[in-house]
């Protein structure tokens, strides 16, 4: 592999980052909207391949792209009227937002560019797969028992929530 | 393999302009499905750099990776309860712009 291939990886993807992640905010249309965030989605994957975090990568495809992006269109398109909707978009303070939201970027990228980070020259777990589940389930036991009961409680809660009221059960 | 290549700051600075873009999303639209949407572009641009420095500044440990699967799971239970409380908004009000969701606000 030329000494070049991860640069233009990287150029590559945030590009196809950046691009479609305005098109999210900037689209009129949800279905659209929806496509990109999934495009958006890929190209993060990407990124955590290129950092040797193949067990993210893997989960980011399988439960952003799968799972949200897929709920997120059934959402969209079981509802009809949705789908069509005519968003406007007038927020009176619009200017103020988009320049204060370019300063704060502004902000961070000098930081991050001042910043002398101690960057550890060890080569990563070569199985980091099973690093991580040995984590999981040793250091990170009870962090992941939590968040399992929390998924449990958040299915159950949109079920409740979404279910129409008034209907026998 | 491409660490000598990409400067840790290389991804902050994307990271960061990726949370910028939701950011604006958030404060500038409307439309609560589209909220929902910005919000995990915000999520994963943070997710983005927990896996960063994972990467860069403990690679032996990958405890930043860990990390970031918690805040997937999150944002998973965050999508649906949200998505699912815009649909009986949706389905009571007949809308999704939020300045129509003021029953509470008065």
Redo the contacts between chains.
């Keep these: 592999m030329s000494n070049l291939a991860p640069q233009a990886i990287f150029i590559g993807l945030g590009v196809i980052a950046v691009i479609s992640a305005l098109l999210v905010v900037v689209g009129r249309n949800l279905f659209h909207a929806a496509m990109f965030l999934g495009a958006y989605m890929l190209s993060i994957a990407g990124f955590y391949f290129l950092l040797d975090a193949d067990l993210v990568g893997i989960m980011q495809v399988f439960v952003y792209v799968g799972g949200v992006i897929v709920m997120l269109l059934f959402g969209v398109m079981l509802t009809a009227q949705m789908t069509n909707v005519r968003m406007v978009s007038a927020v009176k303070q619009r200017g103020g937002t988009i320049l204060s939201v370019i300063v704060l970027v502004a902000l961070l990228a000098s930081i991050f560019k001042k910043t002398a980070f101690v960057i550890s020259q060890t080569t990563p777990a070569q199985n980091a797969i099973s690093l991580v589940g040995k984590l999981f389930m040793t250091d990170y036991v009870l962090p992941f028992e939590v968040v399992s009961v929390l998924l449990l409680a958040a299915l159950i809660g949109a079920i409740v929530v979404a279910r129409e009221e008034g209907r026998p059960q | ?3 000598e ?2 400067p ?7 990271s ?10 958030v ?5 609560a ?2 909220i ?3 919000v ?2 915000m999520l ?1 641009a943070a ?2 750099n927990l ?2 420095f ?7 440990a ?2 930043g ?2 990390f ?3 805040v ?10 949200g ?6 908004i ?2 009571n009000v ?1 809308s ?2 939020l300045d129509e969701f003021n029953l509470f606000k008065w």
């Excluded at chain 2, 960061?16 to 999303?25: N, V, W």
């Excluded at chain 2, 404060?27 to 439309?31: G, M, W």
């Excluded at chain 2, 998505?83 to 009986?88: D, E, G, H, K, R």
């Design positions: 393999m491409s660490l290549f990409i840790l700051s290389y991804y902050l600075i994307l960061a302009i990726l949370f910028g873009i939701g950011l604006a999303g404060l500038l639209r409307k439309n499905v589209t929902l949407l910005s995990e572009i994963n997710n983005l896996v960063a994972s990467r860069y500044i403990t690679p032996a990958a405890s990776q860990i970031a699967l918690f997937m799971a999150i944002a998973a239970a965050e999508v649906a309860v998505l699912a409380l815009v649909l009986t949706y389905r007949k999704v712009n």
